[in-house]
């Protein structure tokens, strides 16, 4: 029979290098939820905004099978007007919980089909009091920090409530019929309005932007939530395995390589 030792020792011995591969990462430790959209939106999220009874896959945006990065489903967005004077150029919005956090990240594959970026912006979510979006119709995702109701300094030396913040570390457009990795960061100033906030976009690895010792929001009303918009836009817009935590959470894996959407029809074939 084994002893104590000689079993922990071969336990040991029986733990390869590979196998130390598949055990969890510190940065997964820090997820709060992933969502691959392969279930339905509720009772996560919050789906009222579609109307009453609150659909259990969404209006607009909502669960699709058109493509995916894994699986089959993702969530769809559809804009219908780049102009940002009119209603109809805004879908509804989604909300998601999660735990009181002063370091925000969140991870999402991002893809479009046609798609023209709003004449003022194109939003796709909203934590922590920033938004991620697009600025002037710009292919390059960007921020705008809502500190709430007392003017801070914003980058460009300006007092406000409302600071946008540009691409400042690297240019990568997001072109149509590519699945992007899109990791943000957002850090709470604390105490409120104190500059000692952070934000972050990674595309593909890729640091874009990064801007620090910055107000972030507004602690008194902030509430810890997800938003994700489908507002000024034209095109369609899909977003998948969106995951949530404390800690950098990274790409997992090639999303090109798990891309399911479906091969063009061949056509000039006759039958025999």
Not at 108 to 131: A, C, E, P
Not at 224 to 231: G, L, M, P, S
Not at 240 to 256: F, M, Q, S
């Amino acid at each position: 029979m084994y002893k104590k030792g000689m079993l922990i020792a071969a336990l040991f011995t029986f733990i390869t290098p590979s196998l130390l591969g598949l055990l969890p990462t510190p940065s997964e430790a820090g997820v709060f939820w992933t969502d691959d959209f392969e279930n339905h939106l509720t009772p996560n999220w919050y789906t009222a905004a579609c109307g009453s009874p609150a659909p259990q896959d969404g209006c607009n945006c909502a669960i699709s099978t058109d493509m995916a990065t894994n699986g089959t489903h993702s969530l769809k967005s559809h804009y219908g007007s780049t102009d940002n004077l009119f209603l109809h150029g805004a879908g509804t919005s989604l909300k998601r919980s999660y735990p009181a956090t002063t370091d925000t990240w969140m991870r999402f594959y991002y893809r479009t089909t046609n798609f023209q970026y709003g004449r003022d912006v194109t939003k796709h979510f909203i934590l922590r009091g920033v938004y991620w979006l697009n600025i002037w119709g710009s292919r390059e995702m960007a921020a705008n920090v809502v500190t709430g109701s007392t003017p801070v300094t914003c980058s460009n030396g300006n007092l406000d409530v409302s600071c946008n913040y540009y691409p400042n570390r690297a240019s990568v457009p997001l072109e149509d019929n590519k699945w992007y990795c899109i990791e943000t960061h957002v850090r709470a100033s604390s105490p409120q309005f104190t500059l000692n906030g952070r934000i972050e976009i990674y595309v593909d690895g890729v640091q874009t932007l990064d801007y620090q010792n910055i107000a972030t929001y507004d602690t008194s009303t902030q509430q810890n939530t997800v938003d994700h918009y489908t507002q000024y836009g034209f095109g369609e817009r899909y977003i998948d395995n969106l995951a949530v935590g404390d800690t950098r959470i990274g790409c997992t894996g090639n999303p090109l390589s798990n891309d399911v959407t479906p091969p063009t029809s061949p056509t000039g074939l006759t039958a025999r």
